[in-house]
């Protein structure tokens, strides 16, 4: 079965002008993202991932190149375009999962459920992502893989087409690490919603339908995983 | 309730003391609109109907002695509805104590028919010859006098004994004043008595016979044109002088005096709400920095610019709107006795006090405009952030060296570890630092406005009678005297300087612009009278010209060098043209100053005075009271007193702004220094980290603090300036002639300030001791929190 392309990113470079230095993040970077995978991008850092996902997110603009979300080029997105692209298609993981402390987790959820016509049932994500018996607390009551359970849930409860994470482990444990991205397959494949995962960490490609490897601004490698690893067998 | 909502309020919450301070400062300034807007509203309300009700007169003349047919005459030209003849005489009064204060003997028709009486107690007495008399009310009082007491009339040396039948109020004596130049009713030694026209013709020995006319006009008269036409006509049948309702003195007082109010009305809040704008930008611009991560997350999520900076311009009303609403709540509930205090004052009777609710719609929109703009310009740093902030934290500001370091690196060298962070702090945090510098000198300059205006009555008095007016008693003649009188009263008292004066009234005019008014004519080498030109020289008089207060000469629009026309009944109606020799300052009424010899001139009245002023340090009041012949004697003292009296009000009033005005310094030191230990709660765990105590980094806010202090107080004092021409110039806005408020501030004043605002910051300080000692250094340092 032919896989439904849902984003394609067509020559894409991003250029930061720091007055008297130039530096390229991203050099003519081309790629598909399809409906329903789970991919994961791996590199070091300064490879461009984080601008990447910026591009992609609808948060930063290439300076050359164009990307096509359901046939749409996001590059001649105008602000409120692009602040729509976010709102409706897209959600974000942080590292520092970035919860606002004055509200609760339900409340931090209902900040992205607010924004869009059919969202998921803020209780049942939370219930989802396993803090039923949570979702009236702040986030310093929480655990740090609590913090980021509630982040995920912020992401998802807006029923986004994309999930972009960048590094959601990379501030957690080793076992709650593991529990997250447990949780981000579980997402992937019962809401089919697309997940795209940066990180350094290699083992996580494990876990990925498709991984591709940045290096300097350019992928290097770009492979399918015909049996992916379930998540809780990863061992970094 | 939207979740973003929920942060908000939770933000508030969590700062109680600094937003409150926000909501204090505009409440207040909307109590003050509000009530004040509605006391100046209600008393020109109560004035007109007053006016109309009691049938205040269009026109007012003065004559000399002449058939009351004459007068009556008025009442043919047909612009004149009602014409009243009458007596008006300045008279003393035995009262029973000691001094005998001067009474204005006022006649009355039987009918009422202008000026009519607001009777508090008693009757009018209008039965013809009866002798009563009603008094006003407030001299009454300042008397101890009431219905049934008898007074003694002393006139040309005789006692006419009469009995006070009725305590009253007249429009027409709304303010009691002698004349101009006196400027505050003094209650106790100068009042107004009403008598019916034939005691009066009796008393005063002019039977058949008026020196004074009231005028009611018909509607659409225009009352400057009938007066002109009746100057004319009746120019060689005895008329004086003829003023309409506009130039009256009781009611130009007070419609200054309503003018004042609602320009204070405005002025005063204008600055409250400035400041609590100033404060608010501050707060979100502050916010929004440190919102950075959390803005980028909105706008990561998918919010839009305009979401995101509503959420922040939300704040602004947030701290606006309860403030308007509290302080319009205030003001209405305050409205009520405020108009009723100032219309006792005013001896306007009560007729009916009402609030108007349309400074409601005026208070909450000055308040959306003020707190709402600043909202907005303070949340344009929304706009700056980009929703991939949310993806990094902040980076750290970097690290440079200062330009103490680059200016005299030798003496840097020498520096301390401790002060090298502190300056380093300073260097790298310009913003943070221009805002508590911001903070103090703002405290500092509402100090030193709240201190200028609270001395600013003592301030006038020191320069009236310091520098202008040196002589310790003025006393007027019922009739003119010639110079002998120097010799005689030199022989009753002892006297250091005496000399003579003449007034007279003109009019003066220049183009289209004219003025009745008191001239007086001294010695060209007075000594008790000093003039001082605009560039703060004193010059003598000249033997030639005029010199015109400030005041007056902008209301004739006449400068230095310019010539004005100038006739009186004095000069049988003829104009002359004379010169403007100087523009001088006058810090407590008006004048028109000229020579004794201009005067004849103008006059032809040689050797002829109608007062002297003198210095003395003998009680002149006390070895006059026998002379027959004098009107009256005051005293730079009385007029001091009379002033403080007046002033009784206005220090309460004074008193709360400074009140007010450390309550305001306090609020926006806190502010300032509560955000930015705030901000800094990592920076602080940091060092508390490598081992600073909570006393070293209370030191280092403290160090901080002390340049801003330093660096406010520097910037504070021209600013203080500021805002007190800024307030001056808005007292005057509509042209006083009545006072020439000089815009100098003492050093006491400015140093008292320095003195409250190193106060302010003490508190403060304090307040900030306990933040750092409350400060949880791990878990701000572990923070993953936005």
Redesign the interface.
Same mark, same amino acid.
């Given at each position: 079965m032919p896989q439904e392309v849902l984003l394609s990113l067509n020559n894409i470079s991003k250029t930061y002008d720091m007055g008297e230095v130039k530096v390229e993040a991203l050099k003519e970077t081309t790629f598909e993202i399809y409906a329903g995978e789970l991919m994961v991008i791996l590199g070091p850092s300064g490879s461009g991932k984080?601008t990447l996902? /910026?591009i992609v997110?609808g948060? &930063?603009r290439p300076t050359l190149g164009q990307i096509f979300y359901r046939g749409r080029d996001i590059t001649q997105f105008d602000?409120?375009e692009l602040?729509?692209y @976010? @709102? %409706?298609e897209?959600g974000?993981i942080? %590292?520092?999962? /970035? *919860?606002?402390?004055? *509200?609760t987790a339900r409340? /931090?959820v209902?900040?992205?459920t607010? *924004?869009?016509d059919h969202p998921l049932s803020v209780e049942e994500v939370l219930a989802g992502v396993g803090l039923k018996e949570r979702m009236d607390h702040f986030?310093?009551q929480l655990s740090?893989g609590e913090?980021q359970r509630v982040a995920i849930a @912020?992401a998802i409860a807006?029923n986004p087409g994309l999930l972009l994470g &960048?590094e959601p482990t990379g501030?957690l444990d080793y076992e709650t690490g593991i529990q997250i991205l447990g949780l981000l397959r579980e997402i992937n494949v019962s809401y089919g919603t697309t997940v795209v995962i940066i990180t350094h960490n290699a083992a996580i490609a494990d876990m990925a339908d498709r991984v591709i490897r940045l290096r300097s601004g350019r992928i290097v490698e770009d492979w399918n995983n015909p049996e992916p690893m379930p998540a809780e067998r990863i061992v970094w | 309730m939207? +979740? $973003?909502d929920?942060?908000l309020i939770?933000?508030v919450m969590?700062a109680k003391a600094q937003y409150g301070a926000v909501v204090i400062i505009i409440c207040i300034g909307l109590m003050i609109l509000t009530s004040l807007s509605n006391t100046a509203q209600n008393m020109l309300v109560c004035l007109d109907e007053y006016y109309r009700n009691y049938r205040f007169a269009d026109l007012f003349a003065d004559f000399t002695a002449v058939p009351v047919g004459t007068v009556l005459d008025l009442g043919k030209l047909r612009e004149v509805e009602t014409v009243e003849p009458r007596i008006v005489a300045d008279i003393r009064a035995d009262v029973g104590r000691d001094l005998n204060p001067t009474l204005r003997l006022v006649s009355i028709g039987p009918d009422q028919r202008i000026n009519r009486l607001y009777v508090q107690a008693g009757r009018i007495p209008v039965v013809s010859g009866e002798r009563g008399i009603a008094l006003l009310a407030a001299f009454a009082e300042a008397n101890d006098l009431t219905v049934g007491d008898k007074i003694d009339l002393i006139i040309r040396g005789e006692s006419f004994p009469v009995t006070v039948t009725a305590l009253v109020d007249s429009p027409e004596f709304i303010y009691a004043i002698k004349d101009i130049k006196s400027m505050l009713p003094d209650n106790l030694n100068f009042g107004i008595g009403f008598a019916n026209l034939p005691l009066m013709q009796e008393v005063m020995a002019m039977p058949g016979q008026a020196n004074n006319a009231v005028c009611l006009l018909r509607p659409g008269v225009d009352a400057k044109a009938v007066r002109d036409k009746i100057q004319e006509d009746f120019k060689s049948r005895g008329i004086k002088n003829i003023v309409t309702r506009g130039d009256q003195i009781s009611h130009a007082l007070i419609d200054m005096e309503i003018q004042q109010l609602e320009r204070m009305s405005r002025a005063v809040p204008t600055i409250f709400l400035g400041i609590a704008a100033l404060v608010i930008y501050m707060l979100i611009s502050r916010l929004v920095q440190a919102d950075r991560?959390?803005i980028?997350? $909105?706008? +990561?999520?998918?919010?839009?610019?305009l979401e995101v900076m509503s959420h922040y311009l939300k704040l602004a009303l947030m701290l606006g709107l309860p403030g308007a609403v509290s302080g319009i709540g205030a003001g209405y509930l305050l409205a009520g006795s405020l108009v009723r205090l100032f219309l006792e004052y005013f001896q306007l009777p009560l007729l009916e006090t009402r609030l108007y609710y349309g400074f409601i719609f005026f208070g909450i929109l000055s308040t959306v405009l003020f707190c709402g703009g600043t909202g907005i310009l303070a949340a344009r740093g929304v706009l700056g952030i980009?929703? +991939?902030e +949310?993806? !990094?934290?902040q980076a750290a500001p970097p690290g440079k060296r200062s330009l103490l370091e680059k200016l005299v690196p030798k003496l840097w060298a020498r520096t301390t570890f401790s002060w090298k962070l502190v300056l380093r702090g300073i260097w790298r945090n310009r913003r943070r630092f221009a805002l508590a510098t911001v903070g103090v000198a703002l405290a500092y300059a509402i100090i030193i406005l709240s201190l200028y205006m609270f001395g600013l009555w003592d301030l006038l008095l020191d320069k009236q009678f310091g520098e202008l007016e040196t002589y310790d008693y003025a006393v007027s003649f019922i009739k003119p005297v010639s110079s002998r009188v120097i010799t005689e009263m030199r022989s009753q008292a002892r006297i250091t300087t005496i000399e003579p004066f003449l007034e007279l009234p003109f009019q003066v005019t220049r183009g289209w612009r004219e003025q009745t008014l008191l001239a007086r004519a001294l010695p060209t080498t007075t000594e008790l009278q000093r003039f001082e030109d605009e560039e703060g020289n004193f010059i003598p008089l000249p033997a030639h010209g005029i010199f015109l207060s400030r005041g007056l000469a902008e209301s004739l629009g006449v400068s230095r060098g310019d010539l004005v026309e100038m006739s009186s009944y004095v000069t049988g109606g003829k104009t002359h043209l004379v010169p403007v020799k100087a523009v001088v300052t006058q810090y407590l009424g008006s004048g028109l100053y000229m020579s004794l010899e201009q005067m004849e001139r103008l006059t032809g009245q040689k050797e002829t005075f109608s007062g002297v002023i003198l210095s003395s340090s003998d009680d002149i009041k006390r070895a006059f009271q026998s002379m027959g012949n004098i009107e009256s004697v005051y005293s730079s003292g009385d007029l001091t007193d009379i002033f403080s009296e007046y002033l009784g009000m206005m220090i309460t009033y004074i008193t709360v702004l400074v009140f007010v005005a450390g309550l305001l310094g306090f609020a926006i030191l806190y502010n300032t220094t509560s955000v930015s230990i705030a901000e800094r709660s990592r920076e602080f765990s940091s060092l508390r980290v490598l081992g600073f105590s909570q006393k070293e980094i209370f030191q280092l806010v403290t160090r901080e603090n002390l340049f801003a202090l330093l660096a406010g107080l520097i910037s504070g004092a021209p600013l203080g300036k500021g805002l007190v021409v800024l307030m001056i110039q808005a007292m005057l806005a509509g042209g006083d002639e009545m006072f020439y408020f000089t815009t100098d501030i003492s050093p006491g004043a400015y140093l008292l300030a320095a003195v409250l605002s190193i106060l302010i910051m003490v508190l403060t300080l304090a307040a900030v001791w306990q933040k750092v000692r409350k400060l949880n250094f791990l878990?701000a340092l572990s923070? !993953? $929190?936005?």
């Amino acid at each position: 079965m032919p896989q439904e392309v849902l984003l394609s990113l067509n020559n894409i470079s991003k250029t930061y002008d720091m007055g008297e230095v130039k530096v390229e993040a991203l050099k003519e970077t081309t790629f598909e993202i399809y409906a329903g995978e789970l991919m994961v991008i791996l590199g070091p850092s300064g490879s461009g991932k984080s601008t990447l996902l /910026n591009i992609v997110g609808g948060m &930063d603009r290439p300076t050359l190149g164009q990307i096509f979300y359901r046939g749409r080029d996001i590059t001649q997105f105008d602000e409120m375009e692009l602040t729509l692209y @976010r @709102r %409706q298609e897209v959600g974000f993981i942080f %590292q520092l999962y /970035n *919860l606002m402390s004055s *509200l609760t987790a339900r409340e /931090n959820v209902e900040l992205a459920t607010e *924004l869009v016509d059919h969202p998921l049932s803020v209780e049942e994500v939370l219930a989802g992502v396993g803090l039923k018996e949570r979702m009236d607390h702040f986030p310093s009551q929480l655990s740090g893989g609590e913090q980021q359970r509630v982040a995920i849930a @912020r992401a998802i409860a807006k029923n986004p087409g994309l999930l972009l994470g &960048d590094e959601p482990t990379g501030a957690l444990d080793y076992e709650t690490g593991i529990q997250i991205l447990g949780l981000l397959r579980e997402i992937n494949v019962s809401y089919g919603t697309t997940v795209v995962i940066i990180t350094h960490n290699a083992a996580i490609a494990d876990m990925a339908d498709r991984v591709i490897r940045l290096r300097s601004g350019r992928i290097v490698e770009d492979w399918n995983n015909p049996e992916p690893m379930p998540a809780e067998r990863i061992v970094w | 309730m939207k +979740a $973003l909502d929920k942060r908000l309020i939770r933000t508030v919450m969590g700062a109680k003391a600094q937003y409150g301070a926000v909501v204090i400062i505009i409440c207040i300034g909307l109590m003050i609109l509000t009530s004040l807007s509605n006391t100046a509203q209600n008393m020109l309300v109560c004035l007109d109907e007053y006016y109309r009700n009691y049938r205040f007169a269009d026109l007012f003349a003065d004559f000399t002695a002449v058939p009351v047919g004459t007068v009556l005459d008025l009442g043919k030209l047909r612009e004149v509805e009602t014409v009243e003849p009458r007596i008006v005489a300045d008279i003393r009064a035995d009262v029973g104590r000691d001094l005998n204060p001067t009474l204005r003997l006022v006649s009355i028709g039987p009918d009422q028919r202008i000026n009519r009486l607001y009777v508090q107690a008693g009757r009018i007495p209008v039965v013809s010859g009866e002798r009563g008399i009603a008094l006003l009310a407030a001299f009454a009082e300042a008397n101890d006098l009431t219905v049934g007491d008898k007074i003694d009339l002393i006139i040309r040396g005789e006692s006419f004994p009469v009995t006070v039948t009725a305590l009253v109020d007249s429009p027409e004596f709304i303010y009691a004043i002698k004349d101009i130049k006196s400027m505050l009713p003094d209650n106790l030694n100068f009042g107004i008595g009403f008598a019916n026209l034939p005691l009066m013709q009796e008393v005063m020995a002019m039977p058949g016979q008026a020196n004074n006319a009231v005028c009611l006009l018909r509607p659409g008269v225009d009352a400057k044109a009938v007066r002109d036409k009746i100057q004319e006509d009746f120019k060689s049948r005895g008329i004086k002088n003829i003023v309409t309702r506009g130039d009256q003195i009781s009611h130009a007082l007070i419609d200054m005096e309503i003018q004042q109010l609602e320009r204070m009305s405005r002025a005063v809040p204008t600055i409250f709400l400035g400041i609590a704008a100033l404060v608010i930008y501050m707060l979100i611009s502050r916010l929004v920095q440190a919102d950075r991560t959390a803005i980028g997350i $909105l706008k +990561a999520t998918g919010y839009s610019n305009l979401e995101v900076m509503s959420h922040y311009l939300k704040l602004a009303l947030m701290l606006g709107l309860p403030g308007a609403v509290s302080g319009i709540g205030a003001g209405y509930l305050l409205a009520g006795s405020l108009v009723r205090l100032f219309l006792e004052y005013f001896q306007l009777p009560l007729l009916e006090t009402r609030l108007y609710y349309g400074f409601i719609f005026f208070g909450i929109l000055s308040t959306v405009l003020f707190c709402g703009g600043t909202g907005i310009l303070a949340a344009r740093g929304v706009l700056g952030i980009a929703p +991939a902030e +949310a993806m !990094r934290p902040q980076a750290a500001p970097p690290g440079k060296r200062s330009l103490l370091e680059k200016l005299v690196p030798k003496l840097w060298a020498r520096t301390t570890f401790s002060w090298k962070l502190v300056l380093r702090g300073i260097w790298r945090n310009r913003r943070r630092f221009a805002l508590a510098t911001v903070g103090v000198a703002l405290a500092y300059a509402i100090i030193i406005l709240s201190l200028y205006m609270f001395g600013l009555w003592d301030l006038l008095l020191d320069k009236q009678f310091g520098e202008l007016e040196t002589y310790d008693y003025a006393v007027s003649f019922i009739k003119p005297v010639s110079s002998r009188v120097i010799t005689e009263m030199r022989s009753q008292a002892r006297i250091t300087t005496i000399e003579p004066f003449l007034e007279l009234p003109f009019q003066v005019t220049r183009g289209w612009r004219e003025q009745t008014l008191l001239a007086r004519a001294l010695p060209t080498t007075t000594e008790l009278q000093r003039f001082e030109d605009e560039e703060g020289n004193f010059i003598p008089l000249p033997a030639h010209g005029i010199f015109l207060s400030r005041g007056l000469a902008e209301s004739l629009g006449v400068s230095r060098g310019d010539l004005v026309e100038m006739s009186s009944y004095v000069t049988g109606g003829k104009t002359h043209l004379v010169p403007v020799k100087a523009v001088v300052t006058q810090y407590l009424g008006s004048g028109l100053y000229m020579s004794l010899e201009q005067m004849e001139r103008l006059t032809g009245q040689k050797e002829t005075f109608s007062g002297v002023i003198l210095s003395s340090s003998d009680d002149i009041k006390r070895a006059f009271q026998s002379m027959g012949n004098i009107e009256s004697v005051y005293s730079s003292g009385d007029l001091t007193d009379i002033f403080s009296e007046y002033l009784g009000m206005m220090i309460t009033y004074i008193t709360v702004l400074v009140f007010v005005a450390g309550l305001l310094g306090f609020a926006i030191l806190y502010n300032t220094t509560s955000v930015s230990i705030a901000e800094r709660s990592r920076e602080f765990s940091s060092l508390r980290v490598l081992g600073f105590s909570q006393k070293e980094i209370f030191q280092l806010v403290t160090r901080e603090n002390l340049f801003a202090l330093l660096a406010g107080l520097i910037s504070g004092a021209p600013l203080g300036k500021g805002l007190v021409v800024l307030m001056i110039q808005a007292m005057l806005a509509g042209g006083d002639e009545m006072f020439y408020f000089t815009t100098d501030i003492s050093p006491g004043a400015y140093l008292l300030a320095a003195v409250l605002s190193i106060l302010i910051m003490v508190l403060t300080l304090a307040a900030v001791w306990q933040k750092v000692r409350k400060l949880n250094f791990l878990e701000a340092l572990s923070s !993953r $929190l936005t």
